[in-house]
């Protein structure tokens, strides 16, 4: 769609994006005005280090990996159109999978279709800081891998993620009633 360099989203572009994602027009037009005061160089998109410059996500110690997966051509930008797809998938009640899907991506950090031992600790350890030791920490992810890894590989295959989100109600954690 030529978002790129366009100042407003035409009417066809807003019907097709709530079409996509199950926002209201009222709701994506709102998202884009935002979307646009992140887009400091007026662009049509925003590089990851405009994401990074913003204070309350700056904090966020997994902040780069989500926004890489939020790039799904691998620019280094976020498009408006990635960027209101991703969010659908938390505030559209029926898009559960897709809520999975992402943070999957987000633990899967070689992209092998499988969350190891390694992964889990990285992402783990970049969220606790130096809260826990790295000995608290390793032990975690060992009590994690071994009760949900059903077939023993040592890893956790999709599958086996899903069943660690229905344990620990992750869905319920990610879904969000967005009010804009």
Not at 28 to 49: D, H
Not at 138 to 148: C, G, L, W
């Amino acid at each position: 769609m030529g978002l790129e360099y366009s100042k407003e989203l035409s009417e066809e572009e807003v019907n097709e994006f709530s079409k996509t994602t199950g926002f209201t027009k009222t709701q994506i037009t709102k998202l884009y005005e935002k979307f646009m005061i992140l887009n400091t160089q007026k662009n049509g998109r925003v590089s990851y280090q405009e994401f990074l410059n913003i204070p309350e996500l700056a904090s966020n110690p997994i902040l780069e990996r989500v926004i890489s997966i939020i790039d799904k051509n691998k620019n280094q930008f976020i498009e408006f159109s990635e960027l209101i797809q991703t969010l659908s998938i938390f505030v559209v009640e029926e898009k559960k999978k897709e809520r999975i899907d992402f943070v999957f991506k987000i633990y899967d950090l070689n992209g092998d279709g499988f969350i190891s031992n390694g992964d889990l600790f990285l992402v783990l350890q970049s969220m606790v800081g130096e809260n826990l030791k790295d000995i608290q920490l390793q032990q975690i992810v060992d009590k994690t891998i071994a009760k949900f890894d059903k077939d023993e590989d040592g890893k956790l295959s999709y599958e086996e993620f899903i069943n660690l989100t229905k344990d620990f109600k992750l869905d319920e954690l990610l879904y969000y009633e967005l009010e804009i």
